[in-house]
């Protein structure tokens, strides 16, 4: 579930209102490792009332640091394909004013290990758009993952 905050010339075009939706799909490389991809919906509203959302994929890489078993702390980077969309239901409709971004950022994330593989993660990333500097912002998102 992220909310997505605009960050820097982002603020004077748009504000936040709702949470999204997001999925992700995390893989242990090893003790110290994760990599994984995200999908996530973004509500934003513009300026002028009229709704915008970013269909955003990321690929996300974290290096793990354990604090004190079951709290974990997870930081890195994540490069994101960012399409902006005029609505957030299939089939999907680009929106007219906005190009797709490639965007890049950094993130950290506190993991609290639950029994029978469960885990309960707040996460924050902050990206930034490499062709504008229209669309960058700070996603705090809250959420359960379950181990296979």
Known sequence: ??????????????????????????HRLDSEWIVGLKFERKPLIRKNDRPLNLLVLSNQTQAVFRLYHPFYVLAGTEISYILPAQKSSPPFVKD?????????????????????????????????????????GLET????GIGF
């Open 1 to 26: 579930m992220p909310y997505e905050q605009p960050y820097g010339k982002s603020r004077s075009f748009y504000r936040a209102e709702t949470v999204g939706l997001g999925l992700r799909y995390a």
């Open 96 to 136: 007219p004013d906005l190009n797709a971004e490639i965007g890049v950022g950094l993130n950290a994330s506190l993991w609290w290990l639950l029994a029978r593989k469960g885990i309960v993660e707040l996460h924050f990333s902050r990206w930034k758009g490499t062709k504008t500097n229209d669309l960058q």
């Open 141 to 144: 998102s809250f959420g359960y």
